[in-house]
């Protein structure tokens, strides 16, 4: 199998199908994947087709790394599909990261894409890196080539030189962890609890829109897989919506397990589990409506953008999380003062007296829709509890838990695990923040039990690492 390397493709887009992703010919001369209507590769010109456009791209992530999972053949379309959305969002609407919208009329609106382009980017170099290796060594799949790659190198690129020293700082934490089902009398393999936004998964300027390369997706389930007995990302964003179910580019139902709402909802087994004894059902039912409310409102064209304004619309279990102004203060004021403005009255609309619902203008960045609860106080410690219970497995020594984050909200993840076991706890925090990483050291009995590190990628280039040396022997 020969690819292009050059990943700015150019193609002549014509045709209709707004989410760009439709039969196209690439530069190569190959056919790309068609969509349903058999489009030509377009531009995503609005909002809503933007979103639709980088999920199409999303679910060719996902094909690659189930084929890769299952070393089965690797469709080579998903790869030109990422090439193609690559070259799209890096055309001549896109400047500096910034990439111009229509919203309504001639309003436009622009979105800072610095995130997605970079996923593509580092996708394309790692898996045209897997392509080359197959061909070369005349491999049966990419499976084979994957321990063969070298991903520290692929993702060096993207960084200063003190990357490389970081990741082999993180190797030698993560091999303490992976050693430790040696040292376990039952030879039981150690627990992994991981933050996603800012700990597995970089920050992206829209919620909606932070999709999670395949590179990690691979290097995050092969890690659970060999090495934990149980892994689980517990995020304050939704299950779905979009949520981490949506986002995340790996098997929902594989080696790791998902929550949102800070633990409050999980998926296991299949199922949904919620835990919401704290809040009442008429405070369930007004959220439901409220949302509904919200739903018609965004459809309006004068608010629709605010799906990918920062946080966008997040539904968590006991709240709407609603973003009103991106980082770079992209929206005008008086819209964000009117679309917030339009929350309060839907607020009104289902709950007049103001009896179950609360505004919460939590940042000057986006405002919450609370339901009042009896007074309990959630937090992510919960979150472990849950999944630790529902597994019915236990943070108990002997044995070692991994607890990763990047925020003061994964702090009591820490503690809960340092409770349990405070000789077995490891932390690894992607923070640079010297009063953070404090916090961290003094949670934990020793200063060996925590690592520091500047940006998600060291740790998925680590555990590529480790995985590597597994592999080959
Ligand atoms: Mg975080």
Redesign the pocket.
């Known amino acids: 199998m020969t690819v292009t390397t050059d990943a700015r493709s150019n193609s002549t887009p014509t045709g209709v199908d707004e989410t760009g992703l439709g039969d196209a010919v690439n530069d190569s001369g190959l056919s790309l994947p068609s969509d349903a209507n058999g489009c030509p590769f377009q531009m995503p010109q609005s909002v809503e087709s933007f979103k639709e456009f980088m999920y199409k791209t999303q679910e060719a992530r996902r094909e690659t790394v189930k084929a890769i999972l299952d070393h089965a053949e690797f469709d080579v379309e998903n790869y030109y599909a990422l090439k193609k959305a690559y070259s799209i969002m890096t055309d001549e609407n896109t400047t500096l990261f910034q990439r111009e919208m229509t919203v309504t009329g001639n309003r436009r609106f622009v979105v800072n894409v610095k995130d997605e382009v970079l996923g593509f980017e580092k996708d394309i170099h790692f898996l045209e890196a897997l392509i080359h290796i197959q061909d070369d060594k005349d491999l049966s799949t990419l499976a084979d080539a994957y321990p063969l790659v070298d991903l520290s190198e692929v993702l060096a690129h993207f960084y200063p030189e003190s990357f490389l020293d970081e990741v082999d700082q993180c190797v030698e934490f993560l091999k303490k962890f992976v050693k430790s089902a040696e040292e376990h009398p039952q030879g039981k393999k150690p627990i992994l609890v991981t ?5 597995m998964k970089d920050y992206c300027s829209q919620y909606a829109t932070n999709l999670q390369p395949v590179y990690s997706a691979l290097g995050m389930a092969n890690f659970a897989k060999r090495f934990t007995r149980l892994s689980a990302v517990l ?2 964003g939704p299950l779905r919506g979009p949520g981490i179910l949506d986002l995340t580019a790996l098997p929902i139902d594989g080696p790791i397990l998902f929550s949102g709402s800070w633990g409050r909802e999980w998926f296991l087994k299949g199922r949904r589990i919620v835990h919401k004894d704290d809040i009442s059902v008429e405070g369930i039912d007004a959220l439901n409506r409220f949302q509904d409310e919200m739903q018609t409102l965004l459809h309006e064209p004068e608010y629709c953008q605010f799906e990918l304004v920062g946080s966008g619309v997040q539904k968590k279990v006991d709240r709407l999380t609603l973003g009103v102004q991106t980082v770079c203060t992209q929206v005008e004021s008086g819209l964000s003062t009117q679309y917030q403005d339009e929350i309060r009255e839907r607020m009104h609309r289902v709950d007049p007296n103001g009896q179950v619902l609360h505004y919460d203008p939590s940042t000057e960045l986006e405002v919450e829709v609370v339901v009042h609860n009896d007074g309990t106080v959630w937090n992510k410690a919960d979150g472990v509890d849950v999944v630790i219970q529902t597994m019915g497995d236990t943070l108990d020594p002997p044995g070692r838990v991994l607890i990763c ?3 003061a ?2 702090l009591p993840m820490v503690s809960f695990a340092v409770k349990k076991n405070p000789e077995g706890t490891m932390a690894i925090f992607v923070t640079q923040k010297p009063e953070l990483r404090e916090r961290v050291r003094t949670l934990l009995p020793s200063e060996s039990q925590s690592c520091f590190v500047s940006c998600p990628d060291v740790i998925h280039a680590a555990m590529h690492k480790i995985l590597k040396e597994s592999m080959a022997n």
Do not use: R
């Not at 933050?195 to 700990?199: C, L």
């Open positions: 933050d996603w936004d800012g700990t995020t304050a984050g990047d925020t909200s994964d």
